[in-house]
């Protein structure tokens, strides 16, 4: 099976869609973590960032933009495209867009730990396995103080309490986890512990049914 993950981000743009509901709740997430961060330079990841839609509005429209380093990894060259292109038209010239596997810990070792890693989008698109090793490599993805972002569906069996109490054993504490009647699952999550060596060369995930890793 193929996804057009490409075409995928025109439900972004459907008034009412799940996306387009957890897209602006990721956002505002963001940029509350935005206004709370101390002063001086920021870093920020973004795994299979997609179009940059979580993202790049975000720094776009905000006071600290300048002091915010980032990276968003797209295996998509269509989609990196559009995130590169709408950095570019925001003037983020803090912002590089790569076109490369996102699950691979190599991409983000030189910007981290990270104050912001947003892993939105992946967590409903990989075996229970591989999200319990994400989450414990985002204890070293993440700064101490930093902010984890990530999304899960919240469809049966419910895997979101489960997500929940891996991060509190990796040393988070939460933010904000959305309730399964939101029909979306959010999760954002504060580091509280001291981040560990990210491992080089190790691959976090694989998504399920799909031979090359991609925005979903």
Request: net charge negative.
């Amino acid at each position: 099976m193929t996804r057009d993950w490409y075409a995928w981000h025109a439900d972004y743009d459907r008034s009412g869609s799940a996306l387009s509901r957890r897209l602006a709740e990721v956002r505002e997430r963001i940029r509350q973590a935005l206004d709370q961060a101390p002063a001086g330079p920021l870093r920020a990841v973004s795994l299979c960032a997609g179009q940059g839609h979580d993202l790049i509005p975000v720094l776009a429209a905000h006071p600290r933009r300048d002091d915010v380093t980032a990276r968003l990894v797209e295996l998509d060259p269509r989609n990196a495209e559009v995130a590169r292109k709408a950095a570019a038209e925001a003037g983020l010239t803090g912002v590089e867009v790569v076109v490369d596997d996102a699950a691979l810990t190599d991409r983000h070792a030189d910007l981290v730990p990270a104050d912001l890693v947003l892993v939105c989008g992946v967590f409903g698109n990989i075996v229970d396995e591989d999200v319990r090793a994400t989450v414990r490599h985002c204890a070293a993805l993440c700064a101490t103080g930093g902010t984890v972002f990530w999304t899960r569906h919240r469809r049966e069996p419910d895997l979101v309490p489960t997500i929940c109490a891996w991060f509190a054993e990796e040393g988070f504490t939460p933010v904000a986890v959305s309730s399964p009647a939101d029909g979306v699952g959010i999760g954002v999550h504060r580091f509280t512990g001291t981040p560990r060596p990210l491992p080089p060369g190790v691959t976090m995930f694989q998504f399920v049914g799909y031979d090359r890793r991609t925005h979903p």
